[in-house]
């Protein structure tokens, strides 16, 4: 938004990096076989757009832009796979990545005070998300909702708390509405019920009736941002979500295009099934076979396309192996929540931002609710030494 990154992709190589380093200096505690697998599975697509490279294309544009968010996600399952952590510290991850979502939700406002003078229509809103790309913005503020909602049911001993935690979460919904991209915002609604229907299948009776009214409190919340937003869209976000136009008028495609691209990427598929078309290689033959230069944002059609069957089995070794984990490990209360959103985000927004890679990652933890006897009996001798 504000042109402060040295690089666009700068966020995916700085989790690349950071991750990296927690390879080489953290023990593994279980070989993640299935996603050194699916990163060697990625190089017959680069190896194949080498050999279909032409003048006119960049191939080391093509692989740093389309294999950046791929590759990201693979290191991070690297090192996230069966890494235990507590429970405590997990809460404190969901809180580091919300707090740049909280200035970010701040530059907005600044940004766009008054939102009824960035209106033109039902199409997504570019002035409403910073200038930056609606369908990205959305995504990181459905994030922010998750996280915010979390803090609200689980981290929000005193009432004081819950007021600062809904506010948040209230401030972040309505500028993510009001982005008029939906994808983010359905993917945020998605995660938050399983969560909170995971939650509430994990505590003790006493704990459901508590639950059961932030309940009541948490969807008065919601109406109450949407009213105000359908207030301040002048009731056009309302035929946003009815997928109509300005005038009310239904629209026949509620993909807003992209059908058809992921109709030429499956066509392509089907052309090239062995090897794939190349990294990068289909936004070129969009552009040479149909004249339209465009981009699906749907990363299930494009690796196929891409990789052919490599592809294919790339994206089952991401789909199968955090659900056999969790039939194995069931103690991520939040693994459906985080695995929703990675597969719902790479359907409507790729993997053009870092964040379906990391948040993925997090679904491959072993968490940790008690402390180990050890460290419990470390911490109270150094109680006692204390007094």
Request: with cysteine; proline share 3%; aromatic share 14%.
């Amino acid at each position: 938004m504000t042109g402060g990154n040295f690089l666009y992709e700068a966020s995916k190589y700085l989790v690349i990096f950071f991750t990296l380093l927690g390879l080489f200096t953290i023990k593994l505690n279980r070989q993640p076989i299935p996603y050194i697998i699916y990163i060697f599975l990625l190089i017959p697509g680069i190896l194949v757009a080498g050999l279909n490279a032409t003048e006119q294309s960049s191939l080391r544009t093509d692989i740093a832009f389309n294999l950046s968010g791929p590759i990201c996600l693979g290191i991070v399952s690297v090192f996230c796979y069966n890494k235990k952590i507590s429970y405590n510290n997990l809460h404190k991850i969901m809180l580091y990545l919300a707090l740049p979502l909280i200035a970010m939700t701040v530059y907005l406002f600044f940004y766009t005070p008054d939102i009824r003078e960035t209106l033109r229509g039902t199409g997504s809103n570019f002035a409403a998300s910073g200038g930056f790309g609606p369908n990205q913005v959305s995504t990181v503020l459905g994030i922010g909702m998750f996280v915010f909602t979390l803090r609200f049911f689980m981290q929000s001993p005193s009432l004081s708390l819950k007021i600062i935690n809904g506010i948040l979460l209230a401030a972040m919904s309505f500028r993510g509405i009001v982005t008029f991209s939906r994808g983010g915002i359905l993917t945020a609604l998605i995660m938050i019920g399983a969560f909170l229907f995971f939650y509430f299948k994990k505590v003790n009776v006493k704990a459901k009736f508590r639950i059961s009214r932030l309940v009541i409190v948490f969807v008065s919340l919601g109406l109450i941002v949407w009213l105000f937003s359908s207030i301040q869209t002048s009731g056009l976000i309302d035929n946003r979500y009815a997928n109509r136009d300005a005038l009310g008028r239904e629209k026949q495609d509620i993909s807003t295009g992209r059908s058809d691209l992921i109709s030429f990427e499956l066509e392509e598929f089907y052309n090239n099934p062995i090897l794939g078309v190349g990294v990068g290689k289909i936004k070129q033959l969009r552009e040479q076979k149909a004249g339209i230069l465009a981009a699906s944002h749907n990363e299930m059609s494009r690796i196929l396309s891409e990789h052919g069957l490599f592809g294919v089995a790339a994206f089952l070794v991401l789909l199968l192996t955090p659900l056999i984990f969790r039939f194995n490990n069931k103690s991520n209360v939040f693994f459906y929540s985080c695995y929703l959103f990675w597969f719902l985000t790479i359907n409507h927004s790729a993997m053009r931002i870092a964040a379906p890679a990391f948040i993925y990652g997090l679904c491959l933890l072993d968490i940790q609710y008690k402390i180990p006897r050890s460290k419990a009996h470390n911490k109270i001798v150094v109680k006692k030494n204390k007094f």
